[in-house]
């Protein structure tokens, strides 16, 4: 009896953790239309790499989304760059998993073209937390890590970008799918004799949008010979002052609308950030 009382104390005056709040998410304004309907199934943002406000924005979408639904992430790296993911979103979080995944072919790239950018590390620990606190997301590396033998122009890799989306909708077929890629590859329509990877899934359920140019700066690789010089450049265009998600098809047709965030500033490689 004695015991029974006891075990009845101790349950009685053990402290009860308060439970986890809910993830604040920032997505931009209007941001929730864009999957507000049910039978949609990609959410395609088209970037312009190298910038810090982008894939914070984007962050911003997948909490809002997976508040409601499962959420795939798929991210213009790689898939090579998998099993990193992989096993960032399953860890901690701690400065040694933070290394592991900068050492992996996502961050290690020979050209630091913006697509591995401290905001893009930054997008990667959000996306972490989130499924920390129980939020039921998945991070994919779409882009195909095999350069196309001669005679295979850039269609054959938008068409293998395309078959890898399909297929990572597919093995997740409760989710929704949300993925951040270079504008040219998340339009509708073909540009010349390339049809681009978002051109070749199936327009039901599909919304595509693309950066709105504002001006401001961003991170990227040009000019001639084998080694293009990397750094800090200028985004042509102007303020406007619109800001947030505008759902209205472009005139010819290659976005459903656009997402506008101001002027950018460009983002350097992580690596740099966290040597």
């Not at 979408?61 to 979103?89: H, I, K, N, Y």
């Not at 049809?195 to 070749?200: K, T």
């Not at 599909?206 to 080694?227: E, K, M, N, R, Y």
Request: net charge negative; with cysteine.
């Amino acid at each position: 009896m004695i015991p029974a009382l006891t075990a009845a104390f101790m349950l009685a005056h053990t402290p009860v953790e308060p439970p986890t709040p809910a993830p604040t998410c920032s997505p931009p304004p209007g941001a929730e239309q864009l999957w507000a309907a049910p039978e949609t199934r990609f959410v395609i943002l088209g970037e312009i790499h190298g910038t810090t406000e982008t894939p914070a924005a984007f962050a911003g979408m997948v909490c809002a989304a997976s508040a409601g639904r499962p959420v795939v992430v798929g991210l213009e790296f790689e898939d090579t760059a998998q099993p990193a993911f992989d096993a960032w979103m399953a860890s901690k979080g701690t400065p040694a998993d933070r290394d592991a995944l900068l050492a992996s072919t996502a961050f290690t790239r020979r050209f630091e073209d913006g697509r591995s950018s401290a905001a893009m590390l930054n997008l990667m620990e959000d996306l972490r937390r989130l499924r920390a606190e129980g939020r039921e997301i998945s991070v994919v590396a779409f882009r195909p890590g095999l350069v196309p033998p001669p005679g295979f122009d850039q269609n054959y890799g938008e068409l293998a970008m395309a078959q890898n989306l399909s297929r990572m909708a597919q093995d997740r077929p409760g989710a929704l799918a949300l993925v951040l890629v270079g504008r040219f590859h998340a339009s509708l329509q073909p540009a010349g004799a390339v049809r681009p990877a978002a051109s070749h899934l199936p327009r039901a359920g599909l919304v595509s949008i693309s950066l709105a140019v504002q001006g401001g700066s961003l991170w990227s690789c040009g000019g001639d010979g084998p080694t293009p010089a990397c750094g800090p450049g200028e985004v042509p265009g102007a303020d406007d002052g619109q800001r947030g998600v505008m759902l209205s098809p472009t005139a010819d047709g290659r976005f459903d609308g656009s997402l506008a965030l101001g002027p950018t500033t460009a983002s350097p490689p992580a690596r740099e950030v966290h040597p």
